[in-house]
């Protein structure tokens, strides 16, 4: 314990390890929402860094059309998919599972791709991993 302890306003605090409660006879309580201590170091915890995605962190995305090439009203009733020639817009992200950003794009690993379709109906997300390698295959093959 500090015995300088502030609030980010500058406000002196006794302790920085202490809420305000309701308590109740067991022993517990409920916290306060007036306790602004609590609030802050609550807010400053949870804002401190933002931290690197843990899956699919490296990936590149981009805009553009989704176009119909072929009619296909006759097993679908979307409107986005209701003509030939009927462009609407999308967003495409590709990505790695694994590994991190810097990383090799090389590596035999698990890909991701997801769309988002800007529908007259609501947006439409599509999302797809693509499992190249499987880990139990050589297991099974050389019977370890």
């Known amino acids: 314990m500090s015995s300088f302890y ?5 406000c002196p605090q006794q302790r920085d390890d202490t809420s305000i409660q309701l308590r109740n006879g067991s022993g517990g309580g409920l916290v306060l929402l007036q306790d602004t201590q609590l609030i802050e170091t609550l807010a400053h915890f949870s804002r401190e860094r933002i931290p690197e ?3 699919h962190a ?3 995305g981009a805009y553009g059309e989704f176009e119909v090439t072929h009619e296909c009203t006759d097993i679908t009733s979307a409107s986005f998919l209701n003509a030939v020639g009927k462009k609407t817009r999308c967003l495409v992200r590709i990505s790695t599972v694994g590994p991190e950003r810097g990383s090799a794009d090389t590596i035999r690993d698990v890909h991701g791709w997801a769309m988002k379709l800007y ?3 609501g947006n439409l997300d599509w999302v797809f991993n693509n499992t190249a390698s499987c880990g139990t295959l050589p297991v099974l093959i050389d019977g370890y």
């Open 6 to 10: 502030t609030l980010a306003e500058g």
């Open 53 to 55: 995605r843990v899956v």
């Open 58 to 60: 490296k990936a590149a």
């Open 119 to 121: 529908t007259d109906e």
